[in-house]
């Protein structure tokens, strides 16, 4: 994992001139709507009330008051599932997210804090304003050592209960296989669920007689993985997600699914952004 060009990246597309105006990916969280008034030129287009501006034939724009102090928390389940990808590994994508995730709360003024949870905890930061939050916490995800560690999704929920005491926008990161509850999270934070997963996991090619190995138990698996295994294991996942989803829904909790070759900041922008 390049540490350096992770943070470099996620730094520039952030504070940078890459996509527009950059207007925080937290636009509206914590912020209370005051009013309406006429757009100025030079105005944060996101911030445009459209069913407004159709009724009126001009544009306006919504008015915030700012509430609170945001705690923003990034807790990634770093099981050994994580060692895998084509295009990149999904942890190295998973510190992206979490560095994008962070800057932006600097930006915004806001409390920083990472988890690393994997069968327990493993790291969980104070929370923090200052950029050395965000390399520390990347750094961190770059030590640790995933292989022949399970992902325990109840211990993990269990422990951001817990521990995190004070409301937050919670970002939970993420490949999502297994039973997952967070109901009583979405209770008690705003909950952002980040699927972290690679094409092939969902899509693989048949592949013969070859010998894998389990990155979670560490177990070794020889024989042939054929066209009639391959389909077991889409449908098992397929139920997964599906059960998954609505999980999600019926707790109000919002979501994406952002694959390794994917651009992480454009899927946190589209999610994120409009609200």
């Known amino acids: 994992m390049n540490i350096k ?26 912020f209370e709507f ?73 930006k915004n003024g806001d409390l920083f804090s990472n988890v690393i949870f994997a069968d327990k905890l493993y790291s969980m930061t104070k929370p923090n304003k200052k950029f050395f939050s965000i390399q520390d916490a990347v750094r961190q995800m770059d030590a640790f050592e995933m292989l022949g560690k399970k992902s325990d999704y109840k211990a993990f929920s269990d422990m951001l209960f817990k521990r995190i005491r004070r409301k937050s926008l919670l970002f939970i990161v993420s490949d999502f296989v297994g039973t997952v509850d967070i109901a009583l999270l979405a209770k008690k934070h705003d909950v952002v669920a980040l699927i972290v997963r690679d094409k092939f996991e969902e899509k693989p090619q048949e592949l013969g007689y070859i010998r894998v190995l389990d990155m979670e138990s560490s177990q070794s698996f020889e024989g042939n993985i054929a066209q009639s295994e391959l389909k077991s294991y889409e449908k098992a996942l397929r139920d997964n997600d599906t059960k998954l989803y609505a999980h999600f829904k019926k707790n109000a909790v919002r979501y994406t699914k952002i694959y390794t070759h994917e651009e992480p900041y454009i899927k946190l922008a589209h999610l994120l952004g409009g609200r």
């Open 5 to 30: 060009k992770i943070l470099l990246k996620a730094r520039k597309q952030v504070f940078g001139e890459m996509l527009g105006n950059n207007a925080s990916l937290f636009q509206g969280e914590g």
């Open 34 to 106: 005051t009013e309406l008034r006429e757009y100025v030129y030079g105005d944060d287009v996101r911030k445009i009330d459209w069913k407004t501006t159709a009724k009126l034939g001009k544009p306006f724009i919504k008015i915030y008051r700012e509430e609170r102090e945001l705690n923003v928390v990034t807790a990634v389940m770093m099981g050994g599932s994580c060692y895998f990808g084509t295009v990149k590994q999904k942890s190295e994508l998973m510190a992206e997210l979490v560095a994008l995730l962070g800057f932006s709360a600097v």
